[in-house]
């Protein structure tokens, strides 16, 4: 029995992406022949995918596609932010946002059905995913896009691969691209305080009830007389109101001059935002805590039982 060093490991890991210890059972399975080790894993591979389909993935990419005036902002997740770098990854993340920005999908799951080849993988988008999940042994997610065709100016920014924005507009490009870099690091949810989604507000209300009810018990404690009823009720709208400003783009404080909002910024430049998309990676999912420890231990008891 041929002796399987870290490097030989570490070798065959570089030739297929495969994960580390994956490398050592077809090192061992295979005596020490790279060449039978490489195949002994690509016939693995395909197998992996559906082991690796029930894990989290809170990590991953928004990559953005443009081009004239249709666009697409994707986010694509995976396990750990180790893959989010994986330059594989990033190629398929990227070739799947040009297709959505050509070919118009209806969801998720009509761009799995979008013809894509890569790494030998395909003739799919989702075939393409299933491989990269077994040669790069990690699960990966489509979670989410959207597509902008409607006739109007398109500019993108990307925050690194964590936060990406899409703004539709007409005017100057600068003006848009400066609205858009302002939307990654302030996150509106809406264009104006009228389009803030009621579900939102309703739980801004709640909070400032819920901190006019607890003025009321300290005051209470205090021995100090309660505020009438219609000034805590003026001081929760007043809460919600600051909230509205605070959270729709055209009222926020520019970043770059606080003395203007976003919306005078815009007049100033000529440029009208119609509308916008921001994506942050893993937002809104639960993500796994691991103990790495445990982790690690529980993969040596898994090559020494195989």
Same mark, same amino acid.
């Given at each position: 029995?041929?002796?399987?060093?870290?490097?030989?490991?570490?070798?065959?890991?570089?030739?297929?992406?495969?994960?580390?210890?994956?490398?050592?059972?077809?090192?061992? #399975? &295979? $005596? %020490?022949?790279?060449?039978?080790?490489?195949?002994?894993? *690509?016939?693995?591979?395909?197998?992996?995918?559906?082991?690796?389909?029930? *894990? =989290?993935?809170?990590?991953?990419?928004?990559?953005?596609?443009?081009?004239?005036?249709?666009?697409?902002?994707?986010?694509?997740?995976?396990?750990?932010?180790?893959?989010?770098?994986?330059?594989?990854?990033?190629?398929?993340?990227?070739?799947?946002?040009?297709?959505?920005?050509?070919?118009?999908?209806?969801?998720?799951?009509?761009?799995?059905?979008?013809?894509?080849?890569?790494?030998?993988?395909?003739?799919?988008?989702?075939?393409?995913?299933?491989?990269?999940?077994?040669?790069?042994? #990690?699960?990966?997610?489509?979670?989410?896009?959207?597509?902008?065709?409607?006739?109007?100016?398109?500019?993108?920014?990307?925050? %690194?691969? *964590?936060?990406?924005?899409?703004? #539709?507009?007409? %005017?100057?490009?600068?003006? &848009?691209?400066?609205?858009?870099?302002?939307?990654?690091?302030?996150?509106?949810?809406?264009?104006?305080?009228? #389009?803030?989604?009621?579900?939102? =507000?309703?739980?801004? *209300?709640?909070?400032?009830?819920?901190?006019?009810?607890?003025?009321?018990?300290?005051?209470?404690?205090?021995?100090?007389?309660?505020?009438?009823?219609? =000034?805590?009720?003026?001081?929760?709208?007043?809460?919600?109101?600051?909230?509205?400003?605070?959270?729709?783009?055209?009222?926020?404080?520019?970043? +770059?001059? $606080?003395?203007?909002?976003?919306?005078?910024?815009? +007049?100033?430049? %000529?440029?009208?935002?119609?509308?916008?998309?921001?994506?942050?990676?893993?937002?809104?999912?639960?993500? +796994?805590?691991?103990?790495?420890?445990?982790?690690?231990?529980?993969?040596?008891? &898994?090559?020494?039982?195989?």
């Amino acid at each position: 029995m041929a002796a399987i060093t870290a490097s030989m490991v570490a070798q065959l890991r570089a030739k297929t992406d495969a994960p580390m210890m994956e490398c050592k059972k077809a090192l061992t #399975e &295979a $005596d %020490g022949n790279m060449d039978k080790a490489e195949e002994l894993l *690509r016939v693995k591979l395909g197998n992996k995918a559906g082991k690796a389909a029930s *894990r =989290i993935t809170a990590e991953g990419v928004v990559v953005a596609s443009l081009g004239g005036h249709t666009g697409a902002l994707l986010e694509v997740n995976c396990e750990t932010d180790f893959v989010s770098k994986n330059e594989l990854f990033l190629s398929f993340c990227n070739q799947v946002a040009n297709l959505i920005a050509q070919n118009n999908p209806a969801d998720v799951a009509a761009v799995g059905a979008l013809p894509l080849s890569l790494e030998g993988f395909g003739p799919t988008v989702e075939d393409v995913r299933k491989g990269l999940i077994g040669k790069i042994g #990690e699960n990966m997610t489509l979670r989410r896009f959207k597509r902008y065709s409607g006739g109007g100016q398109l500019a993108a920014y990307l925050h %690194g691969v *964590r936060i990406g924005v899409m703004v #539709e507009f007409e %005017g100057d490009a600068t003006a &848009a691209k400066d609205a858009a870099m302002h939307i990654a690091a302030m996150k509106p949810v809406s264009l104006t305080a009228a #389009e803030v989604p009621a579900e939102l =507000i309703e739980k801004e *209300r709640a909070v400032a009830a819920g901190k006019a009810e607890e003025d009321r018990k300290l005051a209470e404690a205090a021995g100090k007389p309660a505020q009438p009823a219609e =000034i805590v009720a003026k001081r929760i709208e007043g809460g919600v109101q600051k909230y509205l400003k605070e959270v729709s783009l055209f009222n926020q404080a520019f970043v +770059k001059n $606080d003395k203007l909002t976003v919306e005078q910024m815009l +007049k100033a430049a %000529g440029t009208t935002v119609k509308g916008f998309t921001l994506y942050v990676v893993g937002e809104g999912i639960e993500k +796994k805590q691991d103990d790495f420890a445990a982790e690690v231990a529980a993969q040596v008891a &898994a090559a020494q039982a195989g």
